[in-house]
């Protein structure tokens, strides 16, 4: 991977990439409608980027770490950076997107193909992010801040949230409270531990996520109830959602997700318990997003290649508004030469 010592300057690297990528942006205006896009997905432990075609295709990928919170924005972006000049040393990059955790500016909130006219989207990560889908555009709210359904306050006085608050919904199901659950019972010693804290040769900080839905693939009796415990959350959560929201279809989304039915399955039958009405009303489809954790990425992605196309568009009208202008000019300017010769020649 590229890195800030090939320059001299920090401030440099991110004007190479502007320089960079901005040219072939600008070439890509008006001859490159399908081109490739790098998409940025900005998570709570990992920043991911991508270099996706106008199918979806993920061409390539490359992943770091998120830099430590104590640190400044600066950083973050200097991250980016790196990841995109990685990337566009072997990929001809014309545009730019980022998906990052928070809230986002409703202007890009336009959805251009949803099957599901009723949706929402719930993605389980170190956190739990969300969107609601209806009629084809994203519902952002009042303040454009809409979908933080991980902040849900499902256990009165329970764990302790970033935010401030305690029990969120994200506090009991999310990449975070599986690992904080299986590093607990390695901490204490627990038998049923004993198999995963060998697979980290009793380092309980290297416990993760992905090593827990490994083990429990390969039948890890602890693995398998963490995640079930983690998918019964999801699905107590999913039943209070659809008591407020009534959508047609929840797609489950981010890097959790990986788990597959050890998660999907447990979350379906909580959703069915406690469903308001169950007996009663149309249930809510359950489906697994189909990019899985990179769809934030391919998202971003998207997001820069239509913003690109709009941008090639408006400057193709420039240009024609230009040349219209120009040959009216042309023409005023004949006239007022023939004018004269005219009277010159009186």
Same mark, same amino acid.
């Given at each position: 991977? @590229?890195?800030?010592?090939? !320059?001299?300057?920090?401030? @440099? %690297? ?16 008006? @001859? ?16 991911? %980027? ?6 979806? #295709? ?115 199901? @999310?990449? #975070? ?25 009793? #380092? ?106 709009? !941008? ?19 023409? %005023? %300017?004949?006239?007022?030469? #023939? ?8």
């Amino acid at each position: 991977m @590229s890195t800030y010592r090939d !320059f001299a300057h920090r401030g @440099s %690297a991110r004007a190479t990439v502007l320089k960079t990528v901005g040219t072939k942006e600008r070439r890509s205006h008006l @001859s490159a409608p399908r081109v490739p896009t790098v998409g940025i997905d900005i998570g709570g432990t990992k920043v991911m %980027a991508g270099v996706v075609d106008a199918d979806g #295709n993920i061409l390539e990928k490359v992943r770091t770490e998120t830099p430590d919170k104590s640190k400044s924005p600066k950083v973050v972006e200097d991250t980016i950076v790196e990841l995109v000049l990685d990337l566009s040393d072997r990929h001809d990059v014309h545009a730019v997107g980022i998906g990052a955790a928070g809230w986002v500016d409703a202007d890009r909130s336009k959805v251009l193909f949803a099957p599901h006219h009723h949706l929402v989207m719930i993605t389980l990560g170190t956190g739990i992010g969300g969107a609601i889908l209806e009629d084809g555009q994203v519902k952002r709210g009042k303040y454009g801040v809409a979908g933080e359904f991980g902040h849900m306050q499902v256990v009165p006085s329970g764990h302790r949230c970033p935010c401030g608050n305690r029990g969120c919904w994200e506090q009991y199901s @999310s990449g #975070n409270a599986l690992v904080r659950e299986a590093r607990e019972l390695a901490a204490a010693d627990s038998p049923v531990a004993h198999y995963l804290l060998d697979r980290v040769k009793g #380092n309980v900080s290297d416990i993760t996520g992905p090593l827990i839905t490994e083990l429990a693939r390969e039948g890890d009796a602890m693995c398998i109830e963490l995640l079930q415990d983690i998918g019964q959350w999801l699905g107590i959560g999913i039943a209070n959602l659809a008591a407020a929201l009534d959508p047609s279809c929840f797609v489950i989304g981010g890097g959790v997700s990986a788990a597959d039915d050890l998660l999907i399955n447990p979350a379906r039958d909580a959703f069915k318990r406690h469903l308001t009405g169950r007996g009663y009303r149309p249930e809510a489809r359950i489906a697994k997003a189909q990019l899985g954790p990179e769809a934030g990425m391919v998202g971003a992605a998207d997001l820069a290649r239509l913003v690109a196309r709009r !941008f090639r568009r408006a400057n193709r009208r420039r240009v024609e508004r230009y040349e219209r202008y120009a040959q009216i000019y042309d023409q %005023a %300017a004949s006239t007022i030469r #023939n004018t004269r010769s005219t009277r010159t020649a009186d």
